[in-house]
């Protein structure tokens, strides 16, 4: 499917926005079967780590590179959320969702790279299973940083690097060899569940993650592993104001 937002990112950003859009109509299902739904349980995790802060009077959220908005609808069920992605047809599946869930969720276009938000506007902002995808690491946990009010977290649920001896070796087999082939063959995709475990592999184990949101300004930065390390969820603060 064309995938209308104009956006002018890098060439890489480009493709990987196709690439989204070419899954799109069977995401949600092949989510579900090849991860058996924990990946349902990993998200709901992800808000209990920023409930405390979701719970304040008139606390509102972000979820960027929120897909077909299954995390942004998590969120909603808490407070007010607003979901952001540059994949159209992506988006337009969470649209659906969203309109029968009735839930407080409103989804938009917009680049995790440059978000269409001032500083300062959200109390919580998750990403999940995107931040590993967005084309510079940094830029986006910067852009996390500046659009969270001080007193804010951020919560940043991504596949990570098994830590349990034998998992390790197992999952590497079903990740690298049986979901590749599922996961192309019903999406009709011809390589995005191919780039899948690489660009797990290329992207930073839980410590060097840590380390680059702190550097990004993040306080308090602590993970937890989710299923013996398949996943990690990441949180961090932005400081109080004094006096706050
Ligand atoms: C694997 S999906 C995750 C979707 C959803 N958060 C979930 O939990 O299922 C990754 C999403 O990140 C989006 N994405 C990647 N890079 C982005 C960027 N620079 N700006 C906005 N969205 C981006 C893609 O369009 C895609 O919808």
Redesign the pocket.
């Known amino acids: 499917m064309e995938n209308p937002i104009a956006f002018q990112?890098s060439e890489k950003?480009r493709r990987?926005?196709a690439m989204?859009a070419g899954i799109a109509p069977t995401y949600d299902q092949l989510?579900h079967w090849l991860s058996l739904n924990i990946d349902k349980r990993w998200?709901r995790a992800a808000v209990r780590e920023v409930q405390d802060v979701l719970t304040r009077p008139g606390a509102r959220a972000l979820d960027?590179?929120?897909?077909?908005a299954?995390?942004s609808l998590e969120l909603g069920r808490l407070a007010p959320t607003v979901g952001?992605?540059?994949?159209q047809p992506?988006l337009l599946r969470g649209m659906e969702k969203v309109r029968q869930s009735g839930r407080p969720v409103h989804l938009l276009a917009?680049?995790?790279?440059a978000l269409p938000f001032a500083d300062a506007s959200f109390d919580v902002a998750t990403v999940?299973?995107?931040i590993r995808?967005?084309?510079d690491l940094d830029g986006a946990l910067s852009e996390l940083y500046r659009v969270l009010k001080p007193g804010g977290k951020v919560a940043i649920l991504e596949f990570s690097h098994p830590v349990v001896p034998g998992l390790k070796s197992l999952f590497g087999f079903y990740f690298t060899q049986i979901l590749p082939r599922i996961g192309n063959a019903v999406s009709r995709s011809g390589y995005a569940y191919s780039y899948l475990p690489a660009s797990v592999q290329n992207f930073p184990d839980q410590a060097t993650l840590a380390a680059r949101m702190t550097q990004a300004g993040f306080q308090q930065v602590k993970w937890r592993n989710l299923s013996g390390g398949i996943a990690a969820l990441h949180t961090g603060g932005k400081p109080a104001l004094a006096g706050q």
């Open positions: 990112g950003a990987i926005q989204f989510n998200r960027v590179c929120c897909g077909t299954d995390l952001v992605d540059f994949c992506m917009g680049d995790a790279l999940a299973f995107g995808n967005v084309v």
